[in-house]
């Protein structure tokens, strides 16, 4: 017998048989949009593309299921060769038939009136810690190459400690602003939208219509980020308070930050909750953080018991 899956949010829920699958699709507990799996699949597809092999055809109270009105038994076309219309295309009635265009990644189709969860402060926080955290390393590792290399070049020219530390620096900042500028324009403009922490904590950044934002927006957002943290980093905070979630940087170059399945046929799999790794890249920072503090605390102590 053949076993079935399908996706409840994040969870995976199964094995089913087919006929109870059949019985949770007519008491409304899953729908023609639901993402549906079994042995010989390459990918999790959309319940509207096993309807024939499901037997769903016979089901009378599948229309509905659709909320629209649609007969499943009166359009079996569009379900074999993908005809009905997509939403926000302007093709007439959203037709449920069409599977969603990506099953496994963000897609690079906007699917325009859905419901659109838009990425809170702690969400935003986390993902810029991991951000941070990597640039950070990857920055030491490429700055002391080349600072070591340019050390022994100038001091082979005769040049003074202090110029070879001064030229360090003066690198050492360029090549910071230059990996961050490469790493946040490569990653906000692809196709995912987002930068390796995005990725982790599920969250992306596009324009405010849901498309995907380009090479030089992508430049203008970085720079204009550093306007957010140049005014006490007020340009940040405003994220906890606006109607949309959008940074200073945001407003000013268009775009927002959502859940990885905003403005998707798959809008049903956002979440609203934190979720688990945002979770733990908090505490960890509260942790270290409270570390840190404690430990500055210590050697004051010590500092003044030195001095007393």
Known sequence: MTEWYYADGQDRQGPLMAEELRQRFQRGEISLTTLVWREGYGEWKALSEAVEELQLQNLTSAASNLGSGFDLRGDYTA???????????GGGTYSPYTAPGATGSYGSSVVSGGEVVYAGFWKRVAAYLVDYVLLTVTSAIVGGIIGAVLGVAMSSGGSSGSAIEMAAQGVGMLLGIGI????????????GGATLGKMVVGIKVVRSDGERISVLRAIGRYFAAMLSGLILCIGYLMAAF????????????????????????????????????????????????????GLMIAMFGVIAASMS
């Open 242 to 293: 606006t109607d949309r979630k959008q940074t200073l940087h945001d407003m000013i170059c268009d775009t927002v930050v959502v859940d990885r399945w905003a403005f998707t046929e798959q809008s049903h799999l956002q979440r609203h909750e934190l979720g688990t790794a945002t979770v733990v890249i908090l505490v960890i920072a509260g942790l270290l953080t409270v570390g840190l503090i």
């Open 79 to 89: 379900i074999d060769n993908g005809t009905a219309p997509l939403p926000g295309t």
């Open 180 to 191: 961050g500028v490469a790493y946040y324009a490569a990653f906000h403009s692809s196709k």
